[in-house]
């Protein structure tokens, strides 16, 4: 049986997937070891989601919206200096003339937030972190 608290034997921790009363679909991973296909991982279990919800013969206007939120202990945006910095990245779907969700809003929001760089940012401001993300602070130290 494996150890929640050996990463090496687990991939993710919990997985939650919970349906709020406006019927929008929340799904939650933390995830230990560094996974390099989380962007396709999350759109497919968004995709699964959608699909699960969306009963032969429904209509497309029953297709409810959809929060992935992954926690991961490692960090996924590493590519600039800007991006060393964001612990926590929010992606919708937009055009890309108008930046605008159009009639996508809403309907699928899918955040990143990385354990690491909420350590580095803890240090600076760490009123803030107790203030609004004592969650975050206990996730990196229990």
């Known amino acids: 049986m494996a150890d929640l608290f050996k990463p090496e034997e687990n991939d993710c921790v919990i997985n939650i997937e919970a349906t709020t009363k ?19 991982r999350t759109l497919f279990y968004a995709s699964k989601i959608i699909h699960q919800s969306l009963l032969f013969g429904n209509e497309y206007k029953e ?3 959809v929060v992935m939120i992954n926690i991961l ?35 699928l929001n899918i955040h990143f937030i990385e354990l690491p760089k909420y350590k580095e940012y803890a240090v600076k ?15 990196n130290n229990p």
């Open 22 to 40: 406006d019927d929008e679909r929340i799904n939650i991973e933390i995830r230990i070891n560094e996974d390099r296909e989380m962007y396709k």
């Open 63 to 65: 297709i409810p919206k």
């Open 73 to 107: 202990n490692s960090n996924l945006l590493n590519n600039t200096k800007e991006e060393m910095t964001i612990p926590h990245w929010e992606f919708t779907l937009k055009d890309k003339n108008t930046n605008e969700e159009k009639g996508f809003k809403d309907l």
């Open 125 to 139: 401001h760490r009123n803030k972190m107790i203030d609004n993300y004592s969650w975050i602070l206990f996730l």
